[in-house]
């Protein structure tokens, strides 16, 4: 990173329940549809740039959040699976929090 600059570290341990429902299934394989709900600890470490008679120094935070997610998923007779994950939050109930917003496209096997 170039010197001066904000650096942020983030993990986030999330417990995810998730539900699916078949929409229609064939010999080649089968659509669904579903939702998944999770809630777990998120950690922040932030470094702040280097200023003036002050030099930068890491803080940290810590935060319960909580995860909102619908998919469609095909999985198909060979055991591959794909899924597209139009929308997902994640949400907090402190003040200072902002939501954020995910999409994702997923693919894998499963036997």
């Not at 990173?1 to 993990?11: C, F, Q, S």
């Not at 597209?84 to 693919?107: C, K, R, W």
């Amino acid at each position: 990173m170039p010197e001066g600059e904000l650096e942020i570290h983030e993990l986030a341990l999330l417990a995810t329940a998730e539900i699916d429902a078949a929409l229609f299934s064939t010999e080649q394989g089968r659509l669904a549809a579903g939702g998944g709900l999770g809630m777990g600890p998120s950690f922040a470490w932030v470094k702040m740039p280097d200023m003036p008679f002050r030099p930068g120094e890491w803080t940290h935070a810590s935060a319960v959040i909580g995860r909102l997610s619908g998919h469609l998923e095909y999985r198909f007779a060979s055991g591959w699976v794909l899924r597209g994950q139009p929308f997902g939050v994640l949400f907090s109930g402190q003040e200072n929090s902002d939501t954020a917003y995910e999409m994702a496209i997923m693919g894998g096997y499963q036997w």
